[in-house]
């Protein structure tokens, strides 16, 4: 249709042949400005938005509850790509140990269950790659009969701070001196108060321990406990090695641990400490007491302990620098 068709005036208007009203030549032309400053101001906006939320990590988005389409506005540090641009693909990428959670804290919002949906999950890209999430957002539309249209909120990348969390819950739980588990370590790894059978508890004290500190200083004895750490990492690499405080340390074996092979490492470990000068030139010597319960039943671990260290002290009484093992 042509513009005399419409009859498009600059000093007129008039009426088409089915009665509607024609729309004069500076009157859309006043509309065309209107619509290229909303353009303008809708691009000013986005700018803004941008650069507030440059360098926070956070991504705004938008899901369409009816289609499942999302939308990201937004995208920080993320590529295009890694982006959903629907439900059911997010949901996909969700990590089998978050899915569940995730989608809960998601659809109990959209029942009205909850305020806001909140959540911390994993993705996985194709290549298996691992990333955080912290996600946040609510309902902001409703049909007429109070279901759910448009959903809004963020999120942002929290893989960083997550794998701070775990560097620091790991150190929390291991010696820095010696790089073995600590007390609270040992208690974690071996996943609670009851440990299985058939499996055995090496209970190790040095002996006379205290007489390298005096003689040669913190420094040598600290040599001495980093050794042993070294030593039991290299002749039970399966077992959980921990420090379980000052000069003692614990070696817990699953499974049927023979008294042969027990003995044999026993052996071993008193070798090397025999061997071990902790000064240059000295011929002062550390020992080593070493207690061994064996069990083949569930046992508690406190009992065990109990066990192995009751073993260690029969083991002093010997002489020290032995060992002796008690089987439940």
Not at 32 to 61: F, I, P, V
Not at 96 to 109: C, L, M, T, V
Not at 216 to 235: A, I, K, S, T
Request: charged share 25%.
């Amino acid at each position: 249709m042509t513009a005399s068709e419409y009859n498009l005036s600059p000093i007129s208007e008039g009426v088409a042949a089915d009665g509607t009203r024609l729309m004069a030549a500076d009157e859309l032309t006043g509309l065309r400005a209107e619509l290229a400053r909303l353009e303008q101001e809708n691009r000013q906006l986005q700018e803004k938005l941008n650069a507030a939320l440059d360098g926070t990590g956070l991504c705004l988005w938008q899901g369409l509850v009816q289609t499942g389409e999302l939308r990201v506005f937004n995208l920080q540090n993320f590529q295009a790509g890694d982006m959903a641009p629907h439900f059911d693909v997010w949901r996909a990428k969700l990590h089998p140990d978050d899915s569940e959670r995730a989608q809960h804290h998601y659809f109990s919002h959209l029942a009205g269950k909850t305020p806001f949906y909140e959540a911390e999950y994993r993705t996985l890209s194709p290549q298996g790659e691992v990333t955080w999430l912290w996600d946040r957002g609510r309902v902001i539309e409703w049909d007429e009969d109070g279901r759910p249209l448009r959903i809004m909120g963020a999120h942002i990348d929290i893989t960083q701070r997550k794998e701070y969390e775990r560097r620091l819950a790991e150190q929390a739980c291991r010696d820095a001196l010696t790089g073995l588990l600590n007390r609270q370590g040992l208690r974690q790894s071996l996943g609670g108060e009851h440990l299985m059978g058939p499996a055995a508890l090496l209970f190790i004290d040095l002996d006379d321990f205290k007489e390298i500190n005096d003689l040669f200083g913190h420094v040598c004895g600290d040599r001495v406990l980093q050794r042993m750490g070294e030593w039991l990492h290299e002749l039970a690499p399966q077992a959980v090695c921990g420090r379980y405080g000052g000069d003692e340390f614990v070696v817990y074996l699953a499974g049927a641990a023979e008294p042969a092979a027990l003995a044999a490492l026993a052996e071993v470990l008193l070798a090397r400490v025999q061997a071990f000068a902790p000064a240059p030139g000295s011929a002062l010597r550390v020992g080593m007491s070493i207690g061994i319960a064996v069990w083949r039943d569930e046992l508690a671990f406190e009992t065990a302990l109990e066990l192995a260290d009751r073993a260690m002290y029969q083991a002093k009484e010997q002489g020290k620098r032995a060992w002796h093992l008690l089987q439940v």
